[in-house]
């Protein structure tokens, strides 16, 4: 039976959420502060509300979530005020 977070991922691939959950963390983190659990959370949230159908569908989502403004601080002025 898949998790909440398989549905989420469009996928019943327990190896395809594992290397997407490290590509999520290996995304997230910010040079000399570690990972931002916000990104990391943002990111998540993005992937679930795209509502991908399988993993491709999924791929395409995560990198959009992984893009280096994402978690850069391009955004994050705008949607988190320091």
Excluded: Y
């Excluded at 659990?37 to 399988?54: Q, R, T, W």
Aim: hydrophobic share 50%; with cysteine.
């Amino acid at each position: 039976m898949a998790g909440k977070i398989e549905n989420a991922f469009g996928t019943a691939s327990s190896a395809f959420v594992d290397a997407s959950r490290f590509q999520l963390i290996a995304a997230a983190g910010l040079p000399g502060s570690g990972i931002s659990e916000i990104g990391v959370n943002a990111a998540l949230a993005l992937i679930e509300g795209a509502k991908p159908a399988d993993e491709v569908e999924c791929a395409v989502v995560i990198q959009m979530a992984c893009h280096p403004c994402r978690f850069d601080g391009c955004l994050g002025s705008a949607w988190w005020p320091a």
